[in-house]
């Protein structure tokens, strides 16, 4: 789990204000003990007296994280594009040659995923030219790897809106879903156990795994679900609204917002 925002601005700051004597230091003489106390001194009094120094010092920290963290994810969209709405081993629902992907990375015991799926369902019963790219990101445990090493294996055998079945029918499933769970879907929709088994050891299943959760760690994702349309990365079950309001800007001008 990454560190509250706060806490790293916090560190940011003070990591300023520690490597600042450092510096003037190294322009001139060593500080003595008594120096360096009274400049402590000063300091400390200084921000007791001014505490809003601190506060926008913290503000300003954070808006440049945010702006880092901002470029950083708009780069990794822009080099990972192709890999994100054509990867081979994705469920693809709605409209397969649609004017606007809409990429989702979720974890098939996340609560707000099974949440955000009827959302997902109405945007494409609304929207006849959405297309959805499902992608597996396992974040929750081993249970969730057995699920996603299951659905990987079953699109080896599904295609199409059959295996955008399959995947509906095992993230609304009851309880927890692990690997047996998984099979047991497969096997009510006719896949063939005995295949299904091999092609769950089969290296392209973990190579395809492993790449899905590359590409969450190259967007820093940190939970599911996590959503991507045009130029924007939405975390999190935001609900239907919101988000037939960005795929309605991305059509219209190329933007998350017009």
Known sequence: MPFPRSLTTLALVLSLGVAAPALAQTASAPFTDAQRSAIEGIIKDYLIKNPEVLQDALAEAEKRQVETQRLAQASALKE?????????????????????????????????????LGDVQALIKSDPKLRVVIKDFPVLGPESLEASQVAMAVAQQLKGDK????HQKLLESKGRVNGAKAIEVAKSMGVDTAKLQKDMASPEVKAAIAENRGLGDRLGLSGTPAFIVGDEVIPGAVGLEPMRKTIGDVRQCGHASC
């Open 80 to 116: 990972a594009r192709d890999l994100l709405v054509n990867g081979k081993h994705d469920v693809v629902g709605g409209n397969a040659a649609g004017d606007i992907t809409l990429v989702e990375f979720f974890d098939y015991n996340c609560g707000y995923c099974r949440k955000a």
């Open 163 to 166: 295996l955008f079945e399959f």
